[in-house]
């Protein structure tokens, strides 16, 4: 877990031995003492170097472990005791110095980084404070701004910015370890009080209570109901007013309110289900680690809508030429200008020039022969779709991945006008594509596992997250979205307001409630495809009762939204009114308000007062409940899958975890208990009756998570 050895005949060389991030477990703190207490009693032993292996100085504590009770030397003594020793001791930071590892390298007397090293205090992301003497040590080298920005946001740093900032005293572009030798070497004579960085005077900004208040006001506004970065900014205050005895007391406190906190369960939760994901496994035994993608090197995007133009841009800028294809000359060349300024100006904001010589545009799919793979992305309409895949299996060469970015068709229907049903899969983008991280990916019953893999890792390539999901109408994200959407309108003819919905929702800590971000996609989508399944329109019989539809209630504002020309904020009305078409400052309209009464009085419903509570149950229960049967069905593999997808497609808080981790913290007994509940109030909803797979798990006594898969039955899988 650590190798000692001893170089240049003096030095004592400590390697953490942890991989893959040579994490702080248990058993490296263990060596980590052992070796320094053999280091500074050895008189041989002049100077400490403390490095590690295949070039990861440390990831920090090792998250695992958060789970169970601390074994091993506890991290603060065990650091107070290496910046307390009488020999120099210098960090040779390559890779990463994250978390504790961030913290070890503070009480090194010096540290030493290469170039390409990130810094960071990311602990915040995890729910908790750095708890190792961060929070103390890092404004006394740095100053209170600096070090609150870091604390607070996680943010992980170049070598070149650390230096800058003087977290590191040298970077370099040679071996971090050697170059730390050899400075260590040099350090011996020198004194050491000044290098104790808890010993510094922490550099106090002449307005403290200024300062704290405006960030206290930043991270309020930026992560409603977060806990931990308002602990952060409470532990750096005791930096800047205690001495380092006093406020390593007060940090250890706060990190103690936030340790077993349910904000910490979920975050971290939400860092290994991230991980997780990634590891997709098919029935027939085809999985991620036996899988060999295929390498893309040139790509087609066909349409230049919304979704297209952020597709080319998601694949230009990592170096992969792309065709686009459009219908018509004058969209082809909307399509290309709005591509290329989106290029250029991401290019500028990460300084890098814009790859625009990769990009080629065209209106005859013919020139789509040697293409690696093809994007669809025309109108989400069957018809249309098949025929462009049908053009493409005569146009494109036999080896061709072609692939469809359609939000819930079939895809096996799409496979099955080719002639390679085994080369096409879903690749489900989120708007606006260049920005959203949610890949899906659409396995389809016949897609070959070179396939799915070779989609999984182009959205790697493209930074995107991917998720493996079955085919079926809807996906996951979608298909859980209609029940979560149902709820939120039967509670507006129930009594409640956009905007009350909304702002419980925003409370709870969604980056938008449901209308503001219908109104941001636009109501005339969902009105079409409501429209083409018959639940509105001219072709519904007139005898159907308005709020009835296909057996099961029904609610037809949205529909009445709609009629009035209200799409969203592109018509500048919608469920909310905006200053100009365009516009994204969201007011309650007066004239929602009366459609909703006049509404209400026109089916005699009296309005009653809808608690919070209530909303928030009822929205994410039947989400939840959705999860569960598409669990159940086969469609997605793991819970944890359903939570990364509404993680990074759909704005659910991360300190909640996921709509699946947020029903096992409420506590699956309760979700089934206000389930049953509001399925008896309204017996014809059907998505609030409860999931087979919830009794189930109730019955066996709730278990964690993690623990779902073990309950369901894998032969359905549709992965
Ligand atoms: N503890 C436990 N496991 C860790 C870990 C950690 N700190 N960091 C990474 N891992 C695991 C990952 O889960 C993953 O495991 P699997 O292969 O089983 O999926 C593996 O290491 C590789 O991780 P990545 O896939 O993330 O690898 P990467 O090369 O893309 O990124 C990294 C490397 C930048 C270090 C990234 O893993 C990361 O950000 N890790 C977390 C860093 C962090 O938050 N540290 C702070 C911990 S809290 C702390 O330190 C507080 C304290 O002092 C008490
Ligand atoms: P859009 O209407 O903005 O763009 C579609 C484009 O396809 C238009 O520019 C149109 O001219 C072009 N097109 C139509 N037929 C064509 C053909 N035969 N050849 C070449 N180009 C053709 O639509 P949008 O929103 O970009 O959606 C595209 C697809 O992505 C749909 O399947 C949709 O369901 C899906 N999607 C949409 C999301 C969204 O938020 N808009 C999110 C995720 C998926």
């Known amino acids: 877990m650590a190798r000692y050895e001893l170089v240049k005949r003096s030095v004592a060389l400590i390697t953490l031995t942890n991989p893959p991030v040579n994490a702080l477990s248990s058993a490296v703190r263990h060596a980590i003492a052992k070796s320094m207490d053999h280091a500074l009693n050895d008189p041989k032993v002049t100077a400490v170097v403390i490095c590690g292996e295949n070039g ?35 960090a040779a930071i390559e890779g990463v110095a994250l978390g504790g590892g961030f913290e070890l390298a503070l009480v090194c007397h010096y540290r030493i980084a290469h170039f390409k090293a990130r810094l960071g205090l990311p602990e915040v992301t995890l729910g908790i404070l750095p708890a190792a003497g961060g929070t103390q040590r890092l404004p006394r080298l740095i100053g209170i701004p600096a070090a609150l920005e870091l604390i607070t946001t996680g943010r992980h740093i170049s070598a070149q910015e650390a230096l800058k900032l ?19 070497l040099r350090a011996v004579a020198k004194p050491l009080s000044s290098r104790r960085v808890s010993m510094l005077t922490t550099p106090c900004p002449p ?15 930026k992560a409603r109901g977060v806990m931990a970065p308002l602990a952060c900014i409470q532990a750096v205050r005791a930096a800047a007013t205690m001495p380092y005895s006093k406020g390593i007391k007060r940090e250890s406190e706060l990190m103690a309110t936030l340790f077993n906190s349910g904000q910490a369960r979920a975050l971290q939760y939400c860092f290994f289900a991230q991980r997780t994901a990634g590891k997709w496994t098919l029935p027939s035994g085809a999985q991620w680690n036996n899988s060999k993608p295929r390498e893309i090197r040139s790509a087609a995007i066909i349409g230049l809508g919304t979704m297209g133009r952020g597709i080319v841009v998601s694949l230009a800028r990592v170096g992969i030429s792309v065709i686009a294809v459009e219908s018509e000359k004058k969209l082809l060349e909307t399509g290309k200008q709005m591509v290329i300024g989106m290029l250029e100006r991401d290019a500028k904001r990460r300084g890098v020039s814009a790859s625009l010589n990769l990009l080629k545009f065209t209106l005859s799919l013919q020139d789509l022969k040697d293409v690696d793979l093809v994007i669809e992305a025309v109108f989400e309409d069957m018809a249309l779709k098949k025929r462009v895949f049908q053009e493409l299996s005569k146009v494109c060469r036999p080896a061709t991945l072609l692939c469809t970015n359609t939000s819930g068709l079939d895809v096996d229907a799409l496979a099955g006008v080719t002639d390679r049903p085994h080369l096409v899969v879903g690749m489900h983008f989120f708007s606006p594509a260049h920005v959203m991280k949610l890949l899906e990916v659409v396995c389809g019953p ?19 997250v991917s998720v493996a999901v079955g085919n079926c109408p809807g996906f996951v994200g979608n298909r859980m979205l209609k029940p979560y959407l149902d709820q939120a309108t039967f509670l507006l003819e129930e009594g409640a307001t956009p905007e009350q919905i909304d702002k419980a929702l925003e409370d709870f800590g969604f980056a938008m409630g449901v209308f503001r971000m219908s109104d941001l996609a636009g109501l005339d989508v969902g009105w079409r495809v409501r429209k083409e399944s018959g639940l509105t329109g001219p072709d519904v019989d007139p005898k159907n009762p308005p709020r009835r539809r296909q057996g ?44 909703l009464e006049m509404y209400r009085s026109r089916y005699g419903i ?38 990364v997808i509404y993680l990074f497609g759909y704005g659910f808080p ?4 996921g709509p699946m981790f947020y029903a096992s913290m409420v506590g699956l007994e309760r979700v089934l208990e206000r389930l049953e509940h509001y399925h008896q109030a309204h017996p014809d909803v059907p998505h609030l009756e409860p999931s087979p797979l919830l009794k189930k798990l109730v019955a066996c006594g709730s278990p964690p998570v993690q623990k779902w898969r073990e309950h369901i039955k894998t032969m359905h899988s549709h992965l």
């Not at 970077?171 to 400075?183: D, L, P």
């Not at 307005?207 to 506004?221: C, F, H, R, S």
């Not at 009629?563 to 469920?575: D, S």
């Not at 991360?654 to 975890?657: A, L, M, P, S, T």
């Open 56 to 90: 990861r100085f440390c990831g920090g504590a090792d998250i695992r472990e958060f789970a169970g009770p601390l074994r091993g030397p506890p991290l603060v003594p065990l650091l107070d005791a290496i910046e307390a020793g009488e020999k120099p001791v210098v």
């Open 166 to 184: 003087g977290i590191v005293d040298q970077v370099t572009e040679q071996n971090a370890c050697e170059v730390a030798v050899e400075f260590a």
């Open 207 to 221: 307005d403290l209570d200024g300062l704290l208040e405006a960030v206290t006001m930043q991270v309020k506004k």
């Open 446 to 464: 016949r897609s070959s596992s070179e396939t799915i893999a070779t989609a999984m890792i182009l959205g790697k390539r493209m930074g995107k």
């Open 552 to 595: 099961r209630r029904y609610c037809p504002i949205p529909d009445m939204v709609c009629e009035q020309g209200r799409f969203g904020q592109k018509t500048g009305r919608g469920w909310y009114m905006y200053d100009k078409p365009g516009g994204t400052n969201a007011k309650p309209d007066p004239l929602i308000q009366n459609l």
């Open 606 to 643: 009296q309005p009653r007062n809808i608690s919070d509570q209530e909303i928030i149950e009822r929205c994410l229960f039947a989400l939840a409940n959705e999860g569960f049967r598409i669990l159940e069905d086969g469609i997605a593999a793991r819970p944890e899958d359903i939570d």
């Open 654 to 657: 991360r300190h909640g975890g």
